[in-house]
């Protein structure tokens, strides 16, 4: 009998294929004759058992698992166990992220103030770090530049800008993808997550598409996540841009998810326990900050929706 098939192997999903899951693993740990030992890392074409449907486990890409029977001269397996997980983003959905990279254009397609701010506050409702990270740089002038970033500083959060067509600012983010262990690019279609892909791994070609002329948005290249090893042991994951995350959350929660309403609030709480940050008398809420009008528009769509709370 083959010593691996009944031997658990340790892997991560890296893609869904189909009814399929492709697991890569990482096999330095144990030896095998038949393997190409010039490559650390291999790819499985599993199926998962059928136990974990009855338990209502979903796998989804970035989830730890335990597969068996493997076979690797035809690098098939099957998944009996997943991990449970350290995050999950619902979409787009990847488990385990460390780091949400929102990519935004400034221009093709525009920057969009409502747009960042609602990838924003998926991460920030998956409780999941965000970075912004500002892309198409080239089409723009320096200090078109400056005013953007000074934008994002002011709602709390840091933005990384870059340009695939120059490459200016790749290796600074590339640097900080390195240090995390499981980075994911979400945006909108048409912003350039799978251009940075083909540019820091050059060993991948990925699919992309200009953006349409007519309606200056992108067409919808990518239709899966992928996970990619970027060194270090880290990860990056191309995903399928969409244009308007929705909005799920509690009323009473939402301002906690904007970190320029947070710091107000950390400062010096509002004089009524369930302040909404509307008019009530002792707010501290800076009705001028930049999304505040944000803020109000959703929350009141969240407030006259059937439950669960959403915004439109
Ligand atoms: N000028 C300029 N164009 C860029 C840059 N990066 C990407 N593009 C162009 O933008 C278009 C869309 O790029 P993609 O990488 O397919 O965008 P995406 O975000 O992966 O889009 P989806 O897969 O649909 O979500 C392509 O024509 C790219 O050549 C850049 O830094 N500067
Ligand atoms: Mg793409
Ligand atoms: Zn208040």
Redesign the pocket.
Known sequence: MNKNKSKKVKGIVVALKANFLIVEIDFRDFKDASLDQSSKKITLLCTRRSKLDYQGLFIDVGDKVCIESVDYKNKRAVVSDVDSRQSFLKRPAVANVTLVSI?ISVD?PLFDIEQVSRFLLTAESANIKPLIVL??I??ITKNELILYINQINSWGYDCVP????NSQGIDSLLERFRKTELTVLA?P????????INNIIPTVSLS????SKKLKR?????RHVELFAIGNGSLLA?T??FNRPEIMCEPSDFAFLFPEFRTQLSNSPCKFRNCLHRDEPGCVIDKDLERYPFYRKNLEEMINSPLPYQAG
Do not use: A, F, N, R
């Not at 870059?162 to 067509?165: A, D, E, G």
């Not at 992108?218 to 990518?222: E, N, S």
């Open positions: 990519c093709e892309t198409k080239d089409l870059v340009s695939v067509q945006g279609s048409g912003v350039g997550k799978t251009s940075l992309t598409s200009s953006v992108g067409t919808h290249t990518t191309d399928p841009g």
